[in-house]
């Protein structure tokens, strides 16, 4: 059976899976962007406590592997009466490993915001709240736009491990038509190019417009 | 915490303990494979064949985009379809190697950019084959630059290997995932796991950054 006999008899599983792959990208996009916004501020706090948990959150996310922290939150949290189930579990893992990586670029996009626009918003008398909302976060988000690009392939390639605690995303339909059918071939190969087709026609095309669109915003276009 | 249980930890630890010593050892030879493989993509990317270097660039993108877990099933389920049998730690190894070598190409692929033109020129002034070129003028000196970014990825690497669990690896998550389902305990193996998985990363990181300090300064590099 060639590929295109495999695509055309198995389209609607590798399409539910590719969905349930989408979903999973998304909520863990949306969750991993909050944690890094919140533990990049937090790393950079001037009270001890709130830099030193926000330091441990990233070294331990970032020291242990994904699939750890995914069987720790699957396997080990119900035991402690927090029971989640497969889907958030799948997502939750996931986006709480990317925020820690984003975290750093968070903290980094901060940082390299030119002093005197820290000093010009002192200036002007803005409370410190309103001096990061308004000042400084737009422009640490302009500068760190592109390595999010990157940690947001990674992202889609990490959901694939939601599979393992059998989430029916893409990875885990096309393990089910394999040991179904032995089309080892046909089944990894298609899975192989639709993640492909993801990241390199859907998410990051979106990081570029996205890097345009703020950059324009920014009137640095 | 409550229903940790020391005895039982103790009595899994040695069990663990071989297992991170098949972990380190996937990360290893995964990690050599690595090295080697993806300096050949990054020469290769940088050769004057226009056809060469557009597959090589196309198939790097490829692997980066894809995820390593489809990877290493791609490896050990289509090879017997061909009549290739490759054993879980042979396709794992391959897996891991292929993945970080394109990861590695880029690094190396940085590091190579940053020579400056005249080094180039004075080679090929020199009446250096190409081979010659790269061996004694152009790696020695893109190394440096590339340190931090190949120190990188061997904990990467390490952390990376989980994965072959999948295919029967008998490394830590394997392991730990065998003992949870024998005792029925999960709380102990996969929180240890966790924890020597902390306890090499952490140090080894930090042990990375001294040596890329250290031979940048031999080098006479800042």
């Known amino acids: 059976m060639n590929i295109f006999d495999f695509v055309i008899q198995y389209w609607p599983r590798l399409l539910a899976g590719s969905g349930m792959t989408v979903a999973q990208f998304f909520l863990a996009a949306i969750l991993g962007?909050?944690?890094?916004?919140?533990?990049?501020?937090?790393?950079?706090?001037?009270?001890?406590?709130?830099?030193?948990?926000?330091?441990?959150?990233?070294?331990?996310?970032?020291?242990?592997?994904?699939?750890?922290?995914?069987?720790?939150?699957?396997?080990?949290l119900p035991l402690f009466g927090v029971?989640?189930?497969?889907?958030?579990a799948g997502y939750v893992a996931v986006g709480m490993n990317i925020g820690a990586y984003g975290a750093e670029l968070v903290r980094g996009g901060i940082l390299s915001?030119?002093?005197?626009?820290?000093?010009?918003?002192?200036?002007?008398?803005?409370?410190?709240?309103?001096?990061?909302?308004?000042?400084?976060?737009?422009?640490?988000?302009?500068?760190?736009?592109?390595?999010?690009?990157?940690?947001?392939?990674?992202?889609?390639?990490?959901?694939?491990?939601?599979?393992?605690?059998?989430?029916a995303d893409l990875m885990f339909e096309t393990k089910q038509i394999n040991s179904s059918t032995f089309l080892s071939a046909q089944a990894f190969g298609a899975a192989l190019v639709i993640y492909y087709i993801l990241a390199r026609f859907m998410v990051t095309p979106f990081m570029r417009w996205l890097e345009g669109y703020m950059a324009r915003k920014m009137g640095r276009a | 915490m409550f229903d940790w249980k020391w005895e039982f930890a103790w009595e899994i630890l040695p069990r663990l303990v071989t297992a991170t010593g098949n972990t380190l050892l996937a990360a290893g030879a995964g990690y050599a494979i690595a090295l080697v493989l993806g300096l050949a993509l990054a020469i290769a990317q940088r050769s004057p064949y226009r056809g060469l270097t557009f597959v090589v660039r196309e198939f790097v993108e490829f692997i980066r985009s894809t995820p390593l877990l489809l990877q290493i099933?791609?490896?050990?389920?289509?090879?017997?379809?061909?009549?290739?049998?490759?054993?879980?730690?042979?396709?794992?190894?391959?897996?891991?190697?292929?993945?970080?070598?394109?990861?590695?190409?880029?690094?190396?692929?940085?590091?190579?950019?940053?020579?400056?033109?005249?080094?180039?020129?004075?080679?090929?002034?020199l009446n250096m084959t190409t081979v010659q070129k790269y061996r004694r003028v152009i790696i020695?000196?893109?190394?440096?630059?590339?340190?931090?970014?190949?120190?990188?990825?061997?904990?990467?690497?390490?952390?990376?290997?989980?994965?072959?669990?999948?295919?029967?690896?008998?490394?830590?998550?394997?392991?730990?995932?065998?003992?949870?389902?024998?005792?029925?305990?999960?709380?102990?193996?996969?929180?240890?796991?966790?924890?020597?998985?902390?306890?090499?990363s952490l140090p080894a990181a930090g042990l990375i950054r001294l040596v890329e300090g250290r031979v940048r300064r031999k080098l006479g590099l800042k």
């Open chain 1, 33 to 76: 962007v909050t944690i890094a916004l919140m533990m990049g501020l937090m790393k950079l706090s001037s009270n001890k406590l709130i830099r030193g948990s926000a330091v441990t959150y990233i070294e331990i996310f970032r020291g242990t592997s994904l699939l750890v922290q995914l069987y720790w939150i699957f396997f080990v």
């Open chain 2, 73 to 125: 099933f791609f490896i050990f389920y289509v090879g017997p379809q061909f009549g290739i049998r490759l054993s879980p730690w042979m396709s794992g190894m391959i897996a891991i190697g292929l993945h970080y070598s394109c990861y590695l190409s880029e690094v190396y692929r940085g590091g190579i950019d940053s020579v400056p033109k005249g080094q180039w020129e004075a080679a090929i002034a």
């Open chain 1, 113 to 167: 915001v030119p002093k005197g626009q820290w000093e010009a918003a002192l200036a002007i008398n803005m409370s410190p709240a309103q001096r990061m909302q308004r000042i400084i976060l737009p422009q640490a988000l302009v500068n760190m736009l592109p390595p999010w690009g990157n940690l947001m392939i990674e992202l889609l390639k990490g959901t694939a491990l939601v599979s393992l605690i059998s989430v």
């Open chain 2, 140 to 200: 020695p000196q893109a190394i440096p630059s590339a340190l931090s970014g190949m120190g990188n990825y061997l904990v990467g690497i390490f952390k990376d290997t989980p994965m072959l669990s999948v295919i029967g690896v008998a490394e830590l998550i394997h392991t730990a995932n065998a003992i949870g389902s024998e005792h029925y305990r999960f709380l102990e193996p996969f929180t240890m796991v966790g924890i020597i998985f902390l306890a090499i």
């Open chain 1, 83 to 88: 029971t989640i189930d497969k889907f958030t």
